[in-house]
C-alpha cells in the first residue's frame, strides 16, 4: 500500500512535539495516538496497531506527548504520566493542528488512548466535542478522566485484557458514568500490556473495525 510518512515537530504553547504522520491513499479518517504512563510514539505496540489502521486508509498520527526534557524528568519522578489534565491539554492542541492541517483537514478525527493516555483522550474528546468523534482505549484507565466522563458523548470502545481484572472493574464504573454509546471489549487471556500470542492482534482487529464504521 502506497502510504506517505513524515516526521514532524508540532508547536504547542511554548513547547514542540514530535510525531510521526502517515498517511494511506484515499485516506477515510484519521487517528491520533493518546500514549500513557512512560510510553511514546516508539511504542511498539501503539505502531503494530497504526498499521493496521494504515491498512484501513486511516491516517495515524502518533506523537510524543511530553518533549525529551520533560521525558528524563519524568523517568525520574514519574509524576507527569499521571498528569492527565497536561496530557489532555496536549491531546486537545493535537486535534486542533489536525483540524488545521493539510493532510487531515477534511478527515473525521478519532482518539486511540492507552493506560493513563486513555484518560487524557476522553478529556480531550470532551474538550473537543465538534472535533473528535470517537474514542478508543487500550487497557486505559478512562477513571482518571474522573468527572469528565460525564460529559463524554462520543460513541467510546472500551479494550481490556481479560487477565487484567483490577482494571476490567475501573472500565465498568467508568462506563456507567459515560452519556454516549460505550461498548466494553474483553480480549480472554490478555493482560495489562497484552503481550501474549494474538492478543495485540485481536486489540488491532477490535480498533480498525470500531474506527472504521465511525471515522
Known sequence: ???AEAGVRIPIG???LDADVAVPAEPRGAVLFAHG???GRH???NRYVAGRLQAARLVTVLADLLTAAEERRDAVTGELRFDIGLLADRVAALTDW???DTRTAELGIGLFGASTGAAAALVAAAERPDAVRTVVSRGGRPDLADDVLT???QSTLLIVGGEDPAVIDLNLRAMRRMPGEVRMEIVPGASHLFVEPGTLEQVARLATDWFVTRL
Do not use: E, K, L
Open 1 to 3: 500500500m502506497n502510504i
Open 14 to 16: 511554548d513547547v514542540a
Open 37 to 39: 504512563s512512560g510510553s
Open 43 to 45: 511504542s511498539p505496540r
Open 98 to 100: 489536525a483540524r488545521a
Open 151 to 153: 460529559r463524554v458523548r
